[in-house]
């Protein structure tokens, strides 16, 4: 089973903080380069989440 992993970057120096998937989840992580804390939510708001998700049963 292959998966897309997705780049996350800081948003302010670009550099590469990690790569993985966020399925409705919610990141955040400070970055070595610059020390600014980003944050990163999963961007198409769907991705991997289906019906096991806890995130459609509230
Ligand atoms: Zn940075």
Known sequence: MEQQ???FRCTTCNK???KGLLACSVIEIKCK???QIN???DPSGNSG???NCPC???
């Open 39 to 41: 944050n990163f939510s």
């Open 56 to 58: 459609n049963k509230k």
């Open 5 to 7: 992993l997705q780049d």
């Open 49 to 51: 989440c289906g019906e």
């Open 33 to 35: 380069g610059c020390k």
């Open 16 to 18: 590469l903080l990690f």
